[in-house]
């Protein structure tokens, strides 16, 4: 994590990236405001001349330089509840969560704005962007709360995202990539101006395919069911998927759309080295 620095697109027309410039409060160079002293806060930041005479702790807030705030777009349709059958207690869902935290906690560090929004069917749950450790724990409360189920929203329940995300923010957008409404979504987000990576998240059984004998497999959004024998099933399963996948990235890739993959037995923060570390590329 300490590698990592969130970046946004350089508007220098070389499709760089670089440190985003900033109007945050945080520990910048130029004093903006005092604010009470909350837990997490570096107590180098307090001033104690102030203490002195209030008998309160209070943190001296400055200007950083950036008016850049993080969404973090978190698929929870049902099919995101998905596991390996060797791991069942690690869901795409709760890998998803976990890198949401680690891009939080960039974020944290270097005194950026985030919000994040669970994107789920007839229920949009947001956080407004914000600074700070209140933040932070309420993005671990309302995580611990999330529980895949339904499908991916439709429209009408996507409608209130439009007035929140901001021209300059940046997207993160954490799905499995197998709906077609929310590919549909970042396209347009993409095409509106805004930033948006994305993160596709599968299972190690969906890279390995390794089913033999007979299997019922069973979507677990529309309930459609396929009764075959896995050996069987192999080769057209490969090609279809790559072919699937190739397709995807093909989108993405037209649509300015940074991506990578997450597969559930790799070390979660990979997609974030490609996106935000140095010398590191995403698909």
Not at 207 to 222: A, N, Q, T
Request: hydrophobic share 45%.
């Amino acid at each position: 994590m300490k590698r990592l620095r969130l970046r946004t697109r350089s508007d220098l027309g070389t499709g760089g990236f670089g440190l985003h410039p900033s109007r945050n409060k945080g520990a910048g160079l130029e004093f903006a405001a005092y604010r009470a002293y909350e837990p997490g806060d570096e107590p180098r930041r307090i001033d104690w001349k102030l203490f002195a005479r209030s008998d309160k702790f209070f943190v001296r807030e400055a200007e950083q330089e950036s008016p850049v705030s993080v969404w973090i777009l978190i698929d929870a349709s049902a099919s995101m509840g998905q596991a390996d059958r060797a791991r069942p207690d690690w869901s795409r869902l709760d890998a998803a969560k976990l890198m949401a935290l680690c891009i939080a906690e960039l974020a944290q560090q270097q005194g950026d704005r985030f919000g994040w929004m669970s994107l789920q069917e007839a229920a949009l749950s947001l956080a407004e962007p914000r600074s700070g450790r209140a933040q932070m724990d309420r993005l671990q409360i309302d995580f611990a709360r999330l529980v895949a189920a339904g499908t991916f929203p439709d429209a009408a329940t996507l409608a209130p995202l439009w007035e929140r995300i901001g021209a300059h923010d940046l997207v993160l957008f954490l799905s499995d990539c197998f709906d077609e409404r929310g590919i549909a979504l970042i396209e347009r987000l993409a095409k509106a101006g805004r930033e948006v990576l994305c993160v596709q998240m599968l299972t190690v059984e969906e890279r390995d395919f390794p089913f033999d004998g007979g299997y019922r497999f069973l979507d677990p959004e529309s309930g459609e069911a396929l009764i075959g024998d896995g050996k069987a099933l192999r080769d057209s399963f490969f090609a279809r998927f790559a072919a699937a996948r190739a397709a995807l990235a093909e989108r993405l890739d037209a649509a300015g759309i940074r991506h990578a993959t997450h597969v559930l037995d790799e070390p979660v923060d990979l997609p974030l080295r490609a996106f935000f570390g140095r010398g590191g590329a995403a698909e």
